[in-house]
C-alpha cells in the first residue's frame, strides 16, 4: 500500500498541538507558530509531490518519504529559510541547513525577473518545532 502523504503528515502532527494547519483539496499547510517561522504546504499531484516553504522556495519529489522528510526537515532547528527582496517583493529562497553551528547554503528558488532597482532586504525564518 502507498503511503498517502497528506494523511501521514497529519497524524504525525498530532504530537505537536501548537501546529496549525490548512487542509485543501490535495494539499495541506502548516502554518507557523510564530513571527520567527515559514509556513511549509504540500500538495499531491497524482504520484508526485512538491513541497513549499515560505510561499517561494519548493522542490518535487516522486518519493513520499523524501517530501515527509523535507516536511520534517522544514520544522526542524537544523533548517532556515533565507528571503530576499527588493523592496517589498520577495524574489529569492534559499534553504540553509546548519553544520557545525555555520549555515550553509543546500537550495535556491529564484524568480527571473524583479524590481533590480528597489532597496536590497534579506530575512532568515525558522520553525525550531522539532529540536534534538
Known sequence: ??????EEI????????????????????ILPVDD??????V???GEE???????GWHEEFSDPIEALNCVAFGLSEECRLQTTFRGNSPYRWVVE????????????TALFFF??????????RQN????D
Open 43 to 45: 500538495y499531491e499531484h
Open 97 to 108: 541547513y546548519l553544520e557545525d553551528g555555520d549555515w550553509i547554503e543546500d537550495s535556491v
Open 36 to 41: 520567527e517561522g515559514f509556513a511549509i504546504a
Open 128 to 131: 525550531k518545532v522539532l529540536q
Open 115 to 124: 524590481p533590480f532597482w528597489r532597496p536590497k532586504k534579506v530575512t532568515y
Open 10 to 29: 497529519k497524524a504525525r502532527l498530532t504530537k505537536y498541538p501548537q501546529l496549525r494547519i490548512v487542509e485543501g483539496e490535495g494539499s495541506i499547510e
Open 1 to 6: 500500500m502507498a503511503l498517502k502523504l497528506i
Open 49 to 55: 509531490f512538491t513541497v513549499a516553504y515560505g510561499g
